[in-house]
């Protein structure tokens, strides 16, 4: 009995840890990006801007960020038309294994290879703006679990070689004339082409295709 259970522990384990829970973001095929005629350009804050990404597999998870290299949001009077960004992948940093620093830098090397984002070759990854819809859900509408989200946001997310449309919930504030954007979404990373352990038939060796995004965005 005893050797029993510890067979049915690592897939026990794979049922049991997932990506945290977030809404899920729905993918399409890319769309054209227009860039507004009104309004006006913020500039990101990159300093004061987050991006924090969480990957699990049947043993635990990992926790880490990248940094904004640059990026504008278009405003129209208070109303966010549109914007892009561009991510550093050469910045990819681990955030929980600071007391393993062999293991961090281990962590880090593999995620930055051919297996996932290849940094070598795709230093950067970029999100252009399709389409900003102000959200107003009914009393019992329960489809967004983001609290307070004011905003639904498509745009065309470009990792490595691939290009796809991502729609997520979003909380947007502006503020003595700067913006402010958060938002917390799932997306599955096969879409990219980063198909490495992914397969649940590896039990006790996936890893879960499914990561968590979450991010703040701030204008200067």
Sequence with gaps: MTSRIWLLLPLAAAACQQAPKAD????????AVMTPS????????????????IGTKPTGEHKGSFQFQGGEIFVND?????????????????????AQPDMK????DELKGGNFFDAGQYPTAKFEVTEVTPYHPAATDNSVLLKDATHMIRGNLTMKNATKNITFPAK???????????????IDRTQWGMT???????????????VNIQFELITR
């Design 105 to 108: 830098r281990q962590l880090e």
């Design 78 to 98: 208070s109303t966010v038309t549109g914007g892009n960004f561009t991510i550093n992948i050469t910045s990819l940093r681990n955030l929980d294994l600071h």
């Design 196 to 210: 490495y352990r992914a397969d649940k038939s590896l039990q006790d060796k996936l890893i879960n295709s499914v």
């Design 172 to 186: 947007i504030v502006m503020e003595n004339g700067k913006v402010r954007a958060a938002a917390n979404f799932n």
């Design 38 to 53: 009104d309004g006006h350009t913020l500039r990101l804050d990159t300093a004061a801007c987050t991006l924090i990404w």
């Design 24 to 31: 899920k973001a729905a993918v399409s095929e890319p769309q």
